[in-house]
């Protein structure tokens, strides 16, 4: 999968901007496949290629939703802190559920990196008839429908019980 990686000043629709944080702020963000502060979402075990366009502002993977100066904890993936070019990764089955992408040099420029969680439906066993899944959604979570028109969430290895649409 390609993902198009450019900086640009932020407007009040990045979920990080300045308006919202307390902290030090950059006014400008990254803007994911032409979403500002759009979340990447990935497969393990799946190659994904970076085209990265954001001169002064080193795009680079780690556990730290803020980035910027003195953060130095990224996660230990190839071709960290880019800010021109392309590179190429496959995530590996150690990576987080939930990352961040951030800007070496300046905080809250990035956002989240959501890692899709493989259900097996066989593996389900407290829902009668499941028949589909959908998600995750922003947060991670997983949809899980049956054939009685029930859904359910599915986080943390767990089902909740989320809403019913019998007879609708």
Known sequence: ????VTAKKKTKSHPLSCEHIQDACSDIG???????GGPIHIEKDKTYTFHIDSPGHPFYFTQDNRGGRGRNDPLQLSSQEEDQGTFSIKFTNDIPDTFYYQCRVHPYMGGKVIVKKN????????IPSPIAVAGPDNNGILYVANQEGNIYKYMNNKLIPFVSIKGI
């Open 1 to 4: 999968m390609e993902i198009y």
């Open 30 to 36: 990254f803007v994911i496949n032409g979403v500002e």
């Open 119 to 126: 259900v097996n439906l066989a593996k389900i066993g407290s």
